[in-house]
């Protein structure tokens, strides 16, 4: 076991200092997150990547994945962030605040991907006639499993997304929603 440990936190150290990410200190990654795109991806200080199944109690599907698609594309992760097996894709911007965490198989994206025009969907620039809009998190949120944020939502700080969400508009800070939609539950204001 300690020998894993060691070995993860030798991958954490040459991700941040060689590869693709722009850190602010140390973060811990377990298994190895995909990071793409020609954009900018940023992580503050503390935060933990986990893209093996045995690293968390729920498990993982897949292993983490940033991609910011665009030179223009920017993924801005806050300090202390926890994520398992999650997918994050920005054409514009997606910024979490700090100590977000993020429960297994979460998937954020300012972006529908495809054009909604049906003649355009499934040919060339189908991705560039694909609307976006920034996604913003506050502080301290939870966001439980396999919840999808999409484009355009702003969470509040110290909001709770509920396991299995889908959130299509803004959350008020320290809110609980859940549902598909997602729905407010309680409200701390």
């Keep these: 076991m300690r020998f894993r ?26 298994g190895f997150p995909i990071v793409r795109g020609r954009g900018i991806v940023r992580v503050g ?23 910011a698609f665009l030179e223009t594309s920017n993924i801005e992760i806050g300090a202390n962030c926890g994520m398992s097996g999650v997918v994050i894709c920005a054409k514009e911007s997606v910024k979490l605040g700090n100590n977000v965490q993020l429960g ?36 301290d949120c939870f966001i439980g499993a396999r919840a999808i944020i999409l484009k355009g939502v702003t969470i509040g700080d110290r909001s709770i997304i509920g396991a299995g969400s889908i959130v299509v508009k803004d959350v008020p800070k320290d809110t609980v929603v859940a549902g598909n939609p997602a729905k407010p539950l309680f409200s701390g204001q």
């Design 104 to 139: 297994s198989g979460v998937v954020i994206c300012d972006t529908d991907f495809h054009s909604m025009d049906y003649q355009l969907r499934g040919k060339d620039g189908d991705f560039d006639g694909a609307n976006s809009s920034p996604v913003r998190i506050g502080d």
């Design 5 to 30: 440990a060691l070995y993860w936190a030798v991958v954490a150290r040459l991700y941040s200092k060689l590869g693709p990410l722009a850190c602010g200190g140390r973060i811990r990654i377990v």
């Design 45 to 67: 200080a503390g935060s933990d990547f986990r893209s093996k199944s045995w690293s968390t109690a729920m498990g993982v599907l897949q292993p983490c994945v940033l991609n």
